[in-house]
């Protein structure tokens, strides 16, 4: 009923590829069938429409289908991959998960009832429409993660109109609102999703050469790694057309080396949060962070330099926090923002923002000129508390090879001086060899809490 219009446009090419893993193609004849086989399975297993449903999963023939079987049979879908780690158990009990379906490494499945009540308003809501939903952890990669609900017929309706067909990776994960993206877009458009257990560069790019990729979605930490390792050297690229990024602000410095890099491929910024879904979105250039943002469905203003979006797709609320939207029912993004026209340039997280007696310092330009310098894997600018200006800059480095840490620091303070004012040069610079992300490839911005000293801190 919810996917009929999916169901369609499989009919229209069965014998396509609709999704390929571990080197093995499935097309949508094949999905369309498990599709009916899940229909009939949840029947059996009891699974009732409104159920709360803990999907454990990555990307993956049965994981697939069985998503849109459950989307379809109107249950509320909570997607977890293993990226969670221990916080699994406190996200099924936030849920109020009532049963949960485990789809192994090698696709068999493990369905098990759970013995919590799903009585929250939103799930009522769902309900009494009839509607799907969808439940999305954010990362937490800067605090506690919050739990977002969606009506999932609003999310499903941007796929409604055809657009480009393309073979793309699937890169973010089953659970992050732009995996789904990037598989609803596929499958609404007789796409081929490219399934990836490996996200490290050179086996992300092998897998572009072996099955044609043309679309990569990914993150800026992805792309720096991918910079670093050079790993695009190896592999024929040639019909990569588009990258995207998101989900972090993009060091320039980043985008201008990747540029340079694949010159023929096309650089799109993307922009979008769990609590509002995907904004379509135009780059001013390939090698430009200048972005617009918008389109059907969305509405974008700035408040004091705060980007706010008014989305039809935007969540119910939050099952373990505050509602987030204004009076006037925008959602603040908290991502501050400068405007050139109908561009944006996102500056970061207004939490991230470093305030140096009164002086506003963003992350990210710091972070773009260290990232060029000689041995830099990765790079993560903080604040840290100081009596007397409130706060100094701080930098935590990751360097590809060992060296001289006190060599390494005074060149980084030396760039940062040449091209910085002096209330952003890094006071404390601590360097490591140990990685700065997330298994989602996303920079961890919260500073080390394990008590454990840095070399050269």
């Not at 995996?179 to 992300?204: H, K, Q, W």
Request: charged share 25%; glycine share 6%.
């Amino acid at each position: 009923m919810f996917i009929d219009f999916l169901e369609e446009r499989f009919k229209a090419d069965p014998d396509a590829d609709a999704l390929v893993w571990r080197e093995q193609a499935f097309s949508y004849r094949w999905l369309a069938e498990r599709l009916n086989d899940w229909r009939e399975r949840l029947a059996v297993e009891q699974i009732e429409p409104g159920e709360v449903v803990i999907l454990e999963a990555d990307f993956s023939p049965t994981s697939v289908a069985l998503f849109l079987a459950l989307v379809d049979r109107g249950c509320i879908l909570v997607p977890l991959t293993s990226a969670v780690g221990a916080k699994r158990d406190e996200f099924v009990k936030i849920a109020q998960g009532q049963s949960t379906i485990r789809v192994g490494p090698d696709d068999s499945v493990a369905v098990e009832r759970l013995p919590h009540v799903a009585d929250h308003d939103y799930y009522l809501s769902l309900r009494e429409k009839k509607h799907p939903g969808l439940v999305l952890f954010s990362s937490g990669s800067t605090g506690r993660s919050k739990a977002a609900v969606h009506d999932f017929v609003p999310l499903l309706d941007k796929f409604r109109i055809p657009r480009a067909r393309l073979r793309s990776i699937s890169f973010l994960l089953f659970d992050h609102i732009g995996g789904i993206n990037t598989m609803l877009y596929m499958l609404s458009n007789t796409g081929c999703l490219i399934t990836v257990e490996d996200r490290r560069p050179a086996a992300v790019l092998q897998a572009v050469q072996d099955h044609r990729v043309e679309l990569l979605p990914a993150t800026p930490t992805f792309l720096n790694l991918l910079l670093i390792s050079e790993a695009d050297r190896d592999f024929d690229l040639s019909s990569l057309q588009i990258i995207t990024y998101g989900t972090e602000p993009m060091p320039e410095t980043t985008l201008k080396g990747l540029h340079a890099r694949l010159p023929n491929v096309r650089l799109v910024q993307t922009y979008g949060l769990s609590e509002i879904g995907i904004l379509r979105s135009k780059s001013k250039a390939s090698d430009s962070i200048w972005v617009r943002l918008g389109g059907e469905g969305f509405q974008t203003r700035v408040v004091d330099g705060i980007l706010h979006v008014k989305a039809a797709s935007a969540m119910l609320g939050y099952l373990n926090a505050a509602s987030p939207f204004t009076a006037d029912g925008w959602f603040n993004t908290q991502d501050r923002v400068e405007v050139d026209g109908e561009f944006f340039r996102i500056l970061g997280r207004d939490s991230e923002l470093i305030n140096v007696g009164g002086q506003k310092v963003y992350p990210a330009e710091v972070e773009s000129v260290i990232q060029v310098l000689d041995n830099i894997a990765e790079v993560t600018v903080f604040g840290e508390a100081h009596p007397i200006t409130g706060n100094i800059v701080c930098a935590r480095v990751s360097t590809i090879e060992p060296g001289d840490v006190k060599a390494l620091r005074k060149a980084i303070r030396t760039a940062c001086r040449e091209q910085l004012e002096s209330f952003k040069v890094p006071v404390k610079i601590e360097v490591t060899q140990e990685p700065q992300y997330s298994e989602r490839f996303k920079k961890i911005r919260r500073r080390p809490t394990d008590g454990s000293p840095a070399a050269g801190a």
